[in-house]
């Protein structure tokens, strides 16, 4: 894709939702950044489900402590890996106390420091709760950027430094968010539904996916 099909590709997207939210729940940073890390291979409705009940009694990094691994557990069993999820969310909020005053921290160094809290999650937290232009490639990302021809890669790495690269700064608050409500959607992995694309006529895709 060259750079006008770049900028109509996220017009368009930006046409059809403006205003793109989260699919996961949350009212902080430390909200997000717990919800981020218990949706590691997990759907984002299943974290809710368990986020709607644990939240309102424990979302600060002492509440969630104060738990401990088996009261933690117990909110959120239902969420797959929940047994290192929860080790890691509580070490998490230790370190988030003792180091950052039981704020979440914004450079991704220390982020990327937190037990449980990888590249990807980082990104999601610096560009949600700090409005930092990043990219957090999930698996659907990866695949809409080496499908589209908008940012192609071997790697999730070398998709999203392209990716940074190559989004017009003025959609980059939001792209994360349109490429995987895209990918979730519309350019699913088996079979993209192009008939049904906003942004198919700027696509590289070929052919394109006709109506069923
Ligand atoms: S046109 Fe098809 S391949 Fe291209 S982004 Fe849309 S759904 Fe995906």
């Keep these: 894709m060259n750079p006008p099909q770049i900028d109509r590709f996220f017009a368009a997207l930006q046409a059809a939702n403006p205003e793109p939210q989260s699919e996961l729940e949350f009212s902080s940073a430390f909200e997000l950044l717990a919800a981020v890390?218990?949706?590691?291979?997990?759907t984002d409705i299943s974290v809710n489900k368990a986020t709607r009940l644990l939240f309102p009694?424990?979302?600060?990094?002492?509440?969630?402590?104060?738990?401990?691994?088996?009261?933690l557990e117990s909110y959120i069993k239902t969420i797959g890996l929940f047994r290192s999820k929860a080790k890691h969310l509580l070490e998490t909020c230790r370190i988030l106390i003792e180091r950052?005053?039981?704020?979440?921290?914004?450079?991704?160094?220390?982020?990327?420091a937190l037990p449980g809290v990888g590249r990807k999650t980082a990104n999601v937290v610096l560009n949600v709760a700090f409005g930092e232009p990043t990219m957090a490639v999930d698996t659907h990302i990866f695949r809409i950027g080496n499908?589209?021809?908008?940012?192609?890669?071997?790697?999730p790495l070398e998709?999203?430094?392209?990716?940074l690269k190559r989004v017009p700064?003025?959609?980059?608050?939001?792209?994360h968010h349109?490429?995987?409500l895209l990918g979730r959607y519309v350019c699913l992995a088996r079979k993209p539904q192009c008939w049904r694309c906003v942004a198919a006529a700027d696509c590289d895709f070929s052919p394109k996916t006709p109506a069923p």
């Design 37 to 42: 890390l218990l949706s590691a291979q997990a």
């Design 57 to 71: 009694v424990a979302n600060t990094p002492r509440q969630v402590l104060a738990l401990g691994q088996e009261g």
């Design 100 to 112: 950052h005053g039981g704020e979440v921290p914004r450079t991704r160094e220390e982020l990327e």
């Design 147 to 155: 499908r589209t021809g908008l940012a192609p890669g071997k790697t």
């Design 159 to 163: 998709v999203e430094l392209k990716l």
């Design 169 to 175: 700064a003025k959609y980059m608050d939001h792209a």
């Design 178 to 180: 349109w490429l995987i």
